[in-house]
């Protein structure tokens, strides 16, 4: 059972549906106590960072998070739920992120139309079971104004051009802990082969 | 690089496509979720659906069809027409829709943006403008004094100036604009292209061009003249005088970076 943890930020149906059609099995929920019995946890999410550490602290999120991921059960944030692992973000204030990959989130600079919003291509860094059968320049669909700037390059596994270096994914093959930037249940036949890749592992 | 989108617009009436010209005149085009499939087939890069004639009582209808598609299509789409309050927002996005497109309202209640965008996030909210050029259009003013904003399909003016009330959307959080030149919708003129770049040029946020396309050349004016980050157009698409397909291969080969 894929847990979708809905923190009450976003809309979480599509991400849900994509399981579905994929034929998995998928929920989305707002209990911690779920988590126990899943296989697979997605953090999904849109609006603002403060807001969404705030809400996730709130309904007892954090620990239950940690723990997964520590524990080395197959993880996958999206969108937010990508810019929550870092350490902290600039957006409306300074965030404290949950910190489980170094590095921070902050704004685009100008000189370019924000949000980052539309289709880019994603280039790999290195190959990892969540992209298998993906090829570098696959397009997918973005939606941010703030960026993660991850101080690891071992953590980045892809990246999009905007004007300047983006990461766009990160992950951590041998924890199966993963999360992207873009939206994978709205980006097409790329975005369902990465959700799938990451229902089988 | 990002892609420029090419946007295909629903009109919707009852739950079904229609395509009206200048408004008027609708006739009947399809079925929605076939035609959301169809394009995104095509390898379309969002959807826009409107529902042209929504009333309070036709709310259910348009949550229904947000349910349909988002439970089939897998690429953004947008939903607008009769979205009034901040709780038209929540259903609407509740119901599976990436964006809302909020017209009127952001007019007669300009906080109906604010609290929605700081509660949902700015990447789903748009603020469509309506604009029509002043009666004295001087190209020499630039790109403030020039054009009106309108309401009510281009029928009543508002005394707003389109540049200004472009920049004051942005202010109050919206994501992008859908913009939309009443003097050259249904024409099959091309865009405003002036209108355009003088919104695109003075906002940090995306703008939707639309209104006027009538051949695949209207599109890329639109996105290289016009700097618009995104075309949308209803009638060539629909009447199969192009598809998606066509009109990417076409704006791949005069250079432009679009999603294949």
Same mark, same amino acid.
């Given at each position: 059972?894929?847990?979708?943890?809905?923190?009450?930020?976003?809309?979480?149906?599509?991400?849900?549906?994509?399981?579905?059609?994929?034929?998995?099995?998928?929920?989305?929920?707002?209990?911690?106590?779920?988590?126990?019995?899943?296989?697979?946890?997605?953090?999904?999410?849109?609006?603002?960072?403060?807001?969404?550490?705030?809400?996730?602290?709130?309904?007892?999120?954090?620990?239950?998070?940690?723990?997964?991921?520590?524990?080395?059960?197959?993880?996958?944030?999206?969108?937010?739920?990508?810019?929550?692992?870092?350490?902290?973000?600039?957006?409306?204030?300074?965030?404290?992120?949950?910190?489980?990959?170094?590095?921070?989130?902050?704004?685009?600079?100008?000189?370019?139309?924000?949000?980052?919003?539309?289709?880019?291509?994603?280039?790999?860094?290195?190959?990892?079971?969540?992209?298998?059968?993906?090829?570098?320049?696959?397009?997918?669909?973005?939606?941010?104004?703030?960026?993660?700037?991850?101080?690891?390059?071992?953590?980045?596994?892809?990246?999009?051009?905007?004007?300047?270096?983006?990461?766009?994914?990160?992950?951590?093959?041998?924890?199966?802990?993963?999360?992207?930037?873009?939206?994978?249940?709205?980006?097409?036949?790329?975005?369902?082969?990465?959700?799938?890749?990451?229902?089988?592992? | 690089?990002?892609?420029?989108?090419?946007?295909?617009?629903?009109?919707?009436?009852?739950?079904?496509?229609?395509? &009206?010209?200048?408004?008027?005149?609708?006739?009947?085009?399809?079925?929605?979720?076939?035609?959301?499939?169809?394009?995104?087939?095509?390898?379309?890069?969002?959807?826009?659906?409107?529902?042209?004639?929504?009333?309070?009582?036709?709310?259910?209808?348009?949550?229904?069809?947000?349910?349909?598609?988002?439970?089939?299509?897998?690429?953004?789409?947008?939903? &607008?027409?009769?979205?009034?309050?901040?709780?038209?927002?929540?259903?609407?996005?509740?119901? &599976?829709?990436?964006?809302?497109?909020?017209?009127?309202?952001?007019?007669?209640?300009?906080?109906?943006?604010?609290?929605?965008?700081?509660?949902?996030? +700015?990447?789903?909210?748009?603020?469509?403008?309506?604009?029509?050029?002043?009666?004295?259009?001087?190209?020499?003013?630039?790109?403030?004094?020039?054009?009106?904003?309108?309401?009510?399909?281009?029928?009543?003016?508002?005394?707003?100036?389109?540049?200004?009330?472009?920049?004051?959307?942005?202010?109050?959080?919206?994501?992008?604009?859908?913009?939309?030149?009443?003097?050259?919708?249904?024409?099959?003129?091309?865009?405003?292209?002036?209108?355009?770049?003088?919104? +695109?040029?003075?906002?940090?946020?995306?703008?939707?061009?639309?209104?006027?396309?009538?051949?695949?050349?209207?599109?890329?004016? &639109?996105?290289?003249?016009?700097?618009?980050?995104?075309?949308?157009?209803? +009638?060539?698409?629909?009447?199969?005088?192009?598809?998606?397909?066509?009109?990417?291969?076409?704006?791949?080969?005069?250079?432009?970076?679009?999603?294949?």
């Amino acid at each position: 059972m894929i847990n979708i943890i809905d923190f009450k930020m976003g809309n979480l149906r599509s991400v849900e549906k994509a399981f579905l059609h994929l034929g998995f099995e998928a929920r989305i929920s707002q209990d911690p106590a779920d988590i126990g019995s899943a296989s697979h946890l997605v953090l999904p999410g849109d609006g603002a960072f403060g807001r969404s550490m705030e809400h996730i602290a709130a309904m007892g999120f954090e620990q239950p998070v940690r723990g997964w991921i520590a524990a080395g059960m197959p993880f996958l944030g999206i969108c937010v739920g990508f810019q929550l692992l870092f350490e902290r973000s600039d957006e409306m204030g300074e965030h404290r992120g949950l910190g489980i990959v170094p590095g921070n989130v902050q704004k685009f600079p100008p000189g370019r139309k924000i949000p980052h919003m539309g289709w880019n291509q994603v280039d790999w860094k290195r190959e990892s079971p969540l992209v298998e059968g993906i090829g570098d320049g696959a397009w997918f669909y973005f939606v941010h104004s703030y960026f993660a700037k991850p101080s690891r390059e071992q953590d980045v596994l892809g990246v999009t051009d905007y004007g300047m270096e983006v990461a766009a994914v990160v992950g951590d093959d041998a924890k199966k802990a993963y999360a992207v930037q873009f939206h994978p249940e709205k980006s097409q036949a790329a975005g369902l082969k990465l959700l799938e890749n990451f229902a089988n592992m | 690089m990002l892609a420029k989108r090419i946007i295909p617009c629903l009109d919707i009436d009852k739950g079904r496509v229609v395509k &009206g010209v200048q408004f008027v005149n609708l006739i009947d085009a399809g079925d929605p979720v076939e035609q959301a499939r169809y394009y995104e087939e095509q390898k379309a890069d969002e959807l826009v659906f409107l529902d042209i004639t929504a009333s309070h009582e036709k709310r259910e209808t348009v949550l229904e069809l947000a349910r349909r598609v988002s439970d089939e299509v897998f690429i953004p789409f947008t939903i &607008g027409g009769g979205i009034r309050t901040v709780d038209d927002v929540r259903l609407m996005l509740k119901s &599976g829709a990436d964006k809302v497109s909020i017209n009127t309202a952001a007019i007669n209640d300009p906080t109906v943006v604010t609290t929605s965008a700081q509660r949902f996030g +700015s990447q789903c909210i748009v603020v469509a403008i309506d604009a029509k050029r002043r009666a004295d259009f001087d190209p020499a003013r630039g790109a403030l004094g020039n054009w009106e904003v309108y309401t009510h399909g281009g029928r009543n003016p508002t005394g707003l100036d389109a540049v200004k009330w472009a920049i004051r959307i942005q202010q109050l959080g919206a994501g992008e604009i859908l913009l939309t030149s009443m003097d050259r919708d249904g024409s099959k003129e091309g865009f405003d292209l002036e209108l355009t770049a003088a919104v +695109s040029e003075n906002l940090e946020i995306p703008v939707i061009a639309s209104g006027g396309v009538g051949n695949l050349e209207h599109l890329y004016d &639109g996105l290289v003249k016009g700097k618009a980050d995104a075309v949308l157009a209803a +009638s060539i698409f629909h009447f199969r005088e192009y598809s998606v397909t066509e009109a990417k291969n076409f704006l791949a080969k005069k250079g432009v970076c679009v999603r294949k």
